[in-house]
């Protein structure tokens, strides 16, 4: 296989979508030449073992990709100076990604990877998006109205691989030449079949803790599970709810809190009334402050104890209402 020009990489920042493309693109180039390639997370791995297999290279092919997630975990000093050596004088038969959601992790690390291969991948600036959406649906044949771009940002996750899986979603169920609509965006993320963060909302939202954990369980079994960004999903609606109970408290109709937020459709604003009957103003506050520290334990935490942790979380939020103790409420830190 041709070697690579940058042995070792570092992937930076929340962009998933664009470094996930990024990391197929090498994975591919790895394949067609009959390598491997190998995913752990640097909370649940061996730093010595991983430089141990960079080292002897691929049994199977020409050269082994290594892709190291979490990266920011990588803290003990004697996991940095095991990298740091490595990143000195890397095997010419493999690469080694670095890979983390932050755009920082230890100094000395970065510094070794240094500038030719580090990657920092940053989410879309607001003005940018419409034009993302519209020019994807138009690459797919269809047009979409100004409302239902708003829409889609509104309710999708700030990434382009989120954005492009709904879009793609939309574009399976309408035909080409269609001009896609809220109600067309609506009727995919709450009458298809597949189960995300909007339709575990609603389970949330009525206390409906049986149906909520079903719901939590296909997610996570699906392709696109990932637990970290599950909680950022359930954490911006929650705002949102938190701020729509803040306007019914002072008087204003159904009707009117929507408006006033942005909150268009009619499946998210009965969703949002449904739920706004549940939960009191300080319920939603604690519920904030429990999503602060489940995210914390999900990132520090071996990948095998996440579903128990979303289990335990979803208990506490719906059962009591997400009351913490005082030393959770502490590391909670501000999220209102």
Known sequence: MPKHRTLVYLLLGPEIGEKHA??????DKTIEKGGEVERFYAFDADVHDIVQRLRTGSLFGDHRLVILQAAEQVKTQADVEVLLAYCRNPSPDATLVLESDEVKIHRKLQQAVGQDGTRIFWEMFDNQKPGWITSYMRRQSRSIEPQAVEYMLEIVANNTEELRRVCDAVCLVTDADHTVTTDDIEAYIYHSKIESV???FDAVGT???ETSLEILHAILLSDAANPVQLLGGLLWQTRRLLAFRRLVDQRYRTAEACSSLGIKGKRAQKSMQEAAEQYTVTDLEQIIQRIAVCEEQLRSSRPGWHAMMLE???YD???RSGRVERQMRREAGSYL
Do not use: P
Not at 22 to 27: A, D, I, K, P, Y
């Open 198 to 200: 909007f339709t575990l």
């Open 312 to 314: 335990l979380f979803l």
């Open 22 to 27: 990024f990391l197929r693109e090498l994975g």
């Open 207 to 209: 206390r409906n803790l």
């Open 317 to 319: 939020v719906i059962v």
